[in-house]
Structures are given as structure tokens and as C-alpha cells.
């Protein structure tokens, strides 16, 4: 099974999907990072940090949507 994940990895294919995973944006959560300075959660235990993330992310809708209007 090793030797197929590394064959797969060194593939065109695989080199190409590590370049792409390389240039792509983080998205939200990159831009939660950088210019609203969340640097880490808070939280500990799986149920806490669903429940941070999910409280981020609300906030993080809202803004945006009012921002649009």
C-alpha cells in the first residue's frame, strides 16, 4: 500500500495536485487569519471547538453580508 500512495504522489497527476494545493488561497479561514487576526482557538475538546468555529463563522457571514447591502 506504501509503495502505491508514493507511486500515486510521483505521478504526473499527484505532482500536479500538490502544485495546485500549493498556489491555492486558504479562503475564509486564511482571511480570518490575516486581516481579522484570529491566530488560534480558545477552546479545547472537540464539542467546544465545532461550537468556536461555528460562532466564528457566523460572525464572519454576517459581516460580509452587511457589508454588501
Given at each position: 500500500?506504501?509503495?502505491?500512495?508514493?507511486m500515486?504522489?510521483?505521478?504526473?497527476?499527484?505532482?500536479?495536485?500538490r502544485?495546485?494545493?500549493?498556489?491555492?488561497?486558504?479562503?475564509t479561514?486564511?482571511?480570518?487569519k490575516?486581516n481579522k487576526?484570529?491566530?488560534?482557538?480558545?477552546?479545547?475538546?472537540?464539542?467546544n471547538?465545532?461550537?468556536?468555529?461555528?460562532?466564528?463563522?457566523?460572525?464572519f457571514n454576517r459581516?460580509?453580508?452587511?457589508?454588501?447591502?
Open positions: 500500500m506504501y509503495q502505491e500512495v508514493i500515486n504522489l510521483e505521478s504526473v497527476y499527484g505532482v500536479f495536485l502544485m495546485n494545493r500549493s498556489i491555492q488561497a486558504e479562503g479561514f486564511g482571511v480570518l490575516w487576526s484570529y491566530k488560534r482557538l480558545f477552546r479545547r475538546g472537540k464539542k471547538v465545532i461550537l468556536e468555529l461555528t460562532l466564528i463563522s457566523r460572525g459581516y460580509k453580508y452587511h457589508n454588501k447591502k
